[in-house]
């Protein structure tokens, strides 16, 4: 099955931007999508959005209106676009199948926002 691999993470100050990418290593068919997953130190892991297969998109409160949720399903590639990033953003961000996290769960890339 698709290995999933992150990357784009890296420091940044409050309200700069980053891209983070998410390559599978082949085409992975859920019905449930894929999303992106956020845990920060001392909090529970926190689904933050998701793309279903028809492109709807869902974002937690925390970040809508600043993170977008992006695939290009050529590239096998999963995106998100995180704009006016805030402290409360620091974290490893990881990608993954919501319904089959067991078999696709990315390693993470590190997010760090200072203020």
């Known amino acids: 099955q698709a290995r999933l691999v992150e990357s784009g993470g890296g420091s940044v100050q409050a309200g700069g931007s980053l891209k983070l990418s998410c390559a599978a290593s082949?085409?992975?068919?859920?019905?449930?999508?894929m999303g992106w997953y956020r845990q920060s130190p001392g909090k529970e892991r926190e689904l933050i959005s998701t793309i279903m297969p028809n492109g709807t998109t869902m974002y937690a409160e925390s970040v809508k209106g600043r993170f977008t949720i992006s695939q290009d399903n050529s590239k096998n590639t999963l995106y998100l676009e995180m704009n006016s990033l805030q402290t409360e953003d620091t974290g490893k961000y990881h990608c993954?199948?919501?319904?089959?996290?067991?078999?696709?769960w990315g390693q993470g890339t590190q997010v760090t926002v200072s203020s």
């Open positions: 082949g085409r992975i068919f859920a019905s449930c999508g």
């Open positions: 993954g199948v919501p319904c089959r996290l067991s078999d696709y």
